[in-house]
């Protein structure tokens, strides 16, 4: 037996200087020492040696074992550092090469618009309010005195997600809840932003998904006069010094008298042309005082108290602030329309 374990470390050895690759070895580490392997083959053996030989050829056995493992290891460690530098040199770089550019991002257009009617605002004295988009059928409709069955809420088809709760329809849920929250206390002076959803089709003008900018002022001797001053100066703010204001009756269930908001057309100043369809107007928002019927809801005497709400979609701002003429190309993410509001 001892001249067998001679014979196969030779054998081993003989075909471990030939190993050219890592397969290779893994194949003759299987072959020579595995469960099934020659070494193990013969060790079996030993049970019918006598109780003298076993340890004699048990140390051979492990000489024998000791001296292929060996050769195996070395040869792994080779493998290995050949392999080491041979991605070194595949992956080295040059460190004398010019720095490859990196493409800087920009604030996209809806948000910067966001941005700048946010700092309006904050600048007259507002405080900014949110909310959940995930809103209940109270505050998105009944506090808003649109009870159910009101045919108003036609006006609003809206995403239902159980029959308590939906999709908010706009943001003036967040007045209500403000008022609220306030239990009682004057002033309120907050703007409310954010997202909005309706069952609408989109098209050029229309999205499910937009987003808004609602506005409160609660307080006493709180006057029409008011709202249409702060407008002012708002849109004088975001259109510049020249734009000017028209107020025409409307109807909104939270607000009584109810007004839309006209500035004279961007493209023309007023003088007619085919955005503003020949009448030198264009319609950007709603606005009105608060209804006493709100008030009341909110925690607030409508002897005592007033206020005025407006409230403004941001695409259509945007719209017309940059010239843009299809509201889907804020949500299409096309580089090339982006790009065009980088700030410098």
């Not at 292929?68 to 040059?94: C, G, H, M, N, P």
């Not at 009617?117 to 506090?143: C, L």
């Not at 299809?326 to 329309?337: G, L, T």
Request: glycine content about 10%; overall charge negative.
């Amino acid at each position: 037996m001892r001249e067998r374990l001679e014979a196969l470390k030779e054998e081993a050895l003989a075909e471990l200087s030939q190993v050219s690759d890592a397969g290779q070895l893994n194949d003759l580490r299987v072959k020579y020492l595995g469960k099934k392997g020659a070494l193990t083959e013969i060790l079996r053996g030993m049970g019918s040696l006598s109780a003298e030989e076993r340890p004699v050829i048990g140390q051979v056995g492990n000489e024998v074992r000791g001296a292929i493992e060996a050769v195996i290891t070395s040869k792994q460690e080779e493998f290995q550092r050949l392999e080491t530098e041979r991605r070194l040199a595949a992956e080295k770089v040059d460190v004398t090469l010019p720095g490859r550019p990196l493409k800087q991002g920009a604030v996209h257009p809806l948000n910067r618009v966001i941005q700048d009617m946010e700092d309006i605002f904050i600048g007259m004295g507002y405080q900014i309010a949110e909310g959940p988009e995930v809103e209940t059928d109270y505050f998105n409709f009944e506090a808003l005195n649109l009870p159910k069955n009101h045919p108003a809420r036609d006006m609003q088809d809206s995403f239902y997600v159980t029959e308590d709760l939906l999709m908010r329809t706009h943001t003036s849920p967040v007045q209500a809840r403000t008022m609220k929250s306030k239990e009682g206390e004057v002033p309120i002076k907050v703007i409310c932003p954010g997202k909005v959803y309706r069952r609408d089709d989109d098209d050029a003008t229309h999205s499910f998904q937009f987003h808004q900018i609602e506005g409160l002022v609660v307080g006493r001797h709180i006057r029409m006069s008011d709202l249409k001053g702060t407008l002012l100066q708002f849109v004088r703010e975001m259109f510049g010094p020249q734009t000017q204001i028209r107020l025409r009756p409307s109807f909104f269930p939270f607000t009584e008298p109810s007004v839309e908001v006209d500035v004279t057309c961007m493209k023309c100043g007023g003088d007619g042309c085919r955005v503003c369809k020949n009448t030198g107007w264009l319609e950007i928002l709603g606005g009105g005082m608060v209804h006493p019927r709100v008030l009341k809801m909110g925690g607030y005497d409508p002897e005592e108290y007033s206020g005025f709400a407006f409230g403004m979609g941001v695409e259509r701002i945007a719209m017309l602030k940059y010239g843009v003429d299809d509201i889907r190309h804020f949500y299409y993410n096309d580089m090339r329309f982006l790009q065009q509001f980088a700030r410098n």
